[in-house]
């Protein structure tokens, strides 16, 4: 893998790899495990807990599975308590329900959340720090720790509902040499494009991630591995089909494509991926621009 060269730096608020709506209230960790996670709070509940399926996952023995759930209702925002071990505290106040205000401080066990408000200028900060700490600043696709982190949590729902999961690792072929050849400005353009290509071929719930230098990741909720790799081809497809100008010379760029899908053997991320690099090998191995499954 080819070392990750970016060559610019975020100065604004990007989408990232999904669509975004208005600005929504969230909850950020300011204190204890999860520093710096955030959870926005719009149409749907927002639970808090332990459990990796929890929409604010907070991985700390003081907090419980399921702490706190916060919602919007009408213009206000309201937390109620889930019977917790440690029960939820309002600005260190034991509460059952509650409604919040800007700035409130939410405590579980040994970390606090913050709340803010939708029409606060903080939130503008912190909308700035959660995209700087989740995505990539080449591609604005997911980085490779939140990835991980999405992957963790999918892989727990799939498997306490029993539905399908499936990833895909995706490669730029012979990548180093157009570094080489054209320089790593050209190179970093060459990946926007890919990024870009890949941004349009995901669907909302899809995670679409850059994990390494040429690397990238897609995980796939409710695809099994057959409809999986019938959207590995089209994006190899796509990608063949597209039109490169690194250093003003067209010429084509292609990808291959390793895919895993959730099996009671492959159950956390770390197998996951390393089926799908399996996978992913055999097709660089038996001639690139190819899609292969680790069945």
Known sequence: MAPDHETTQRTILSD???PSGSRSACVVVIQGEGLGRRADID????????SREADLHIPHRSVSRLHCRIWREGDEYRVCDLDATNPTRLNDQPIHEATLTDGDHLTLGECILKFISHASVEAHYHEEIYQLATHDAL???YNRRHFIEAVEREIARAMRHQRPLAMCIIDVDLFKPINDRYGHISGDNVLRQIAGILRRHVRNDDAAARIG??????LLPECDGDAAFGFAER???AVAEAVFKPGGDEQSITVSIGIA????SRDTCSRMMAAA????YRAKSEGRNRVCIQY
């Open 235 to 237: 994006l190899r497809q």
């Open 43 to 50: 149409a749907q509940p927002v639970v808090v807990g332990r």
């Open 213 to 218: 230098g040429e690397e990238f990741a897609v």
């Open 261 to 264: 899908a959730l099996t009671p």
């Open 16 to 18: 990232g790899p999904r």
């Open 277 to 280: 690099d399996a996978a992913l």
């Open 139 to 141: 591609t604005d696709l």
